[in-house]
């Protein structure tokens, strides 16, 4: 399924997704690294979605007697949250990368940090709007408060 930028599905490309093809495409790279893997694929929104944690639970069951050591463990992902710059053109699409290893605690890098050595870390940072701290504030739904209506 595709989504456009602003997080729309087109009509066009509804069940166009062949599981079997990518199912066959994830055999075919693990195949050719010859090492062990686990593949785990969320089709859906909840609680398999990133950031939340539901897909490592499913992956802590699936290892059988072997526990994960977070320690000796990291996640790479590309969504870091990192604003835009002169040397990034574009801010990324989200910070659920990010989020889901510290959920998890893992240690995260980005695929720069991780394959390229990039020593410094780039900018980043949350969404600007946080709604706990919002209603933390203890401001009216309304403003001016009262006023309903127009």
Known sequence: MKRTAEGKVKDRDVGKVDKNGFKRK????VA???VPAQAFV???????RKPCTGMWKELEEANGEV?????????????AG???????????????????AANVGLKFQTPEEFFLDQSTPEPW???????????????????PEGRQGG
């Open 67 to 79: 526990a994960i050591d977070v320690g000796k463990s990291m996640y790479v992902g590309d969504a």
């Open 26 to 29: 994830v055999e075919a790279i």
């Open 32 to 34: 050719k690294l010859g």
């Open 125 to 143: 940072g949350p969404p600007s709007f946080d709604p706990t701290e919002f209603f933390k504030k203890k401001k009216p739904l309304l403003e």
């Open 42 to 48: 969320s089709l859906g929104e909840g609680h398999y």
């Open 82 to 100: 990192r604003h835009k710059t002169k040397s990034r053109p574009k801010k990324d699409h989200s910070c659920a990368d990010r989020f889901f």
